[in-house]
């Protein structure tokens, strides 16, 4: 699997500060919101499922949805929720972009959301631009859609190759392929699927799509032969892209709801961007008096704000947004380096 370790130990506030002094001797406006946003993801969704009196000392395993949504999402969440059972669901980013409120409605059901590319091609016939559009894209707009940039991607016809690895990197995802592979896609009986489920082990990942009646109706059998056995549905972990326990809520997200998250939303929308940067604005709703936590991922750094107060954390990585007086939407700008994800944003009343 790959490993995603961040290379840390480097002064990020003095970069930031350096950052921001040339780009202000470069001449870049850093005071003036330019955004004409169009699209926009509500930010912040607490679509938690309280864990069932589950024995899970044998450990996690990990049920993956691919290909979605589709017509039968909302049969299968049923069945999901129904059944106490989480999973990771790799969407395209087309089916995503038709039915944004499927995608939704997966994370409100508690299910992780993640990254399956646009179109489904065979991604390695394609140049690396091809490839990192693909994947780019339905990043985008699944964050659009649920706030959260995914952090799992799983290449169509579980094909990879160097370029396609690269690419992941770049965007900072971790590719997953399975242990298991159910065969629904290829004609698999409702029981052949509910019997290869039961080979499952600690940490395993099963392949299954989204569109399927035979799958949906394997899962009442799956959930009792998973509990028969003291095993539990899980998360895949970013770090290993194994299934381990659940740490957080839906969206792909493996941190936590911040605490004592009050009502409020904060939409996060793209505006201007440049080979090296790109300026995202923030627009909260539900309070006036509201603080809202941006994360941006490593090595990324915000250069510039306006209209907010920011402070930061040690890493540089946070950045903690409270209203400045120019009202309920703010700024800034983000020097990529080379990794274009928006970063994760949550709002709580002060
Ligand atoms: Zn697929």
Same mark, same amino acid.
């Given at each position: ?8 130990? #480097?002064?990020? #506030? ?11 001797? +470069? ?15 509500? +930010? ?6 309280? +864990? ?12 993956? $949805? ?14 999901? &929720? ?7 669901? $790799? ?61 799992? $991607? ?17 965007? /900072? ?32 990942? %099963? ?13 009442? &059998? ?6 028969? #056995? ?17 740490? /957080? ?41 509201? %603080? ?27 950045m903690t947004m409270r209203p400045n007086g120019a009202g309920n939407s703010f700024g800034f700008t983000i020097m990529h380096h080379g990794n274009w994800n928006w ?8």
């Amino acid at each position: 699997m790959t490993e995603h370790a961040p290379l840390r130990g #480097r002064p990020a #506030r003095t970069l930031r500060r350096l950052a921001l002094a040339a780009a202000l001797m +470069a001449g870049l406006t850093v005071g003036a919101a330019a955004t004409g946003a169009t699209a926009s993801a509500t +930010a912040l969704q607490t679509g938690h499922q309280p +864990a069932a009196a589950a024995d899970c000392s044998a450990g996690y395993v990990g049920l993956t $949805f691919d290909d979605g949504p589709t017509g039968q999402t909302a049969a299968l969440l049923s069945a999901l &929720q129904q059944n106490g059972l989480r999973a990771t669901m $790799f969407n395209t980013g087309q089916n995503a972009q038709n039915n944004p409120s499927l995608v939704n409605a997966q994370k409100s059901a508690g299910m992780w959301i993640a990254n399956h590319s646009w179109s489904h091609p065979h991604l390695t016939q394609m140049p690396q631009s091809q490839v990192l559009s693909e994947l780019q894209r339905t990043q985008q707009t699944l964050q659009q859609i649920t706030g959260t940039a995914p952090r799992l $991607f799983r290449p169509p016809y579980g094909e990879t190759n160097s370029t396609v690895r690269a690419v992941e990197q770049q965007l /900072g995802l971790t590719e997953v392929l399975w242990d298991v592979d159910s065969q629904d896609w290829n004609g698999a009986s409702t029981a052949q699927i509910v019997q290869r489920a039961g080979s499952l082990q600690n940490g395993q990942v %099963i392949l299954m799509h989204d569109g399927y009646s035979t799958t949906i109706a394997a899962v009442p &059998q799956i959930a009792a032969n998973l509990a028969s #056995r003291n095993l539990c549905a899980g998360m895949i972990s970013a770090a290993t892209g194994r299934a381990v326990a659940p740490t /957080g809520g839906g969206g792909g997200d493996d941190d936590p709801p911040p605490p004592g998250g009050g009502s409020c939303t904060a939409q996060i929308s793209p505006g201007q961007q440049w080979s090296d940067r790109f300026n995202l604005s923030v627009g909260v709703s539900g309070t006036n008096d509201w %603080i809202v936590t941006v994360t941006v991922q490593y090595p990324q750094e915000i250069i510039a704000t306006w209209n907010g107060s920011p402070t930061w954390d040690s890493s540089g990585n946070v950045m903690t947004m409270r209203p400045n007086g120019a009202g309920n939407s703010f700024g800034f700008t983000i020097m990529h380096h080379g990794n274009w994800n928006w970063p994760s944003v949550s709002c709580r009343t002060a």
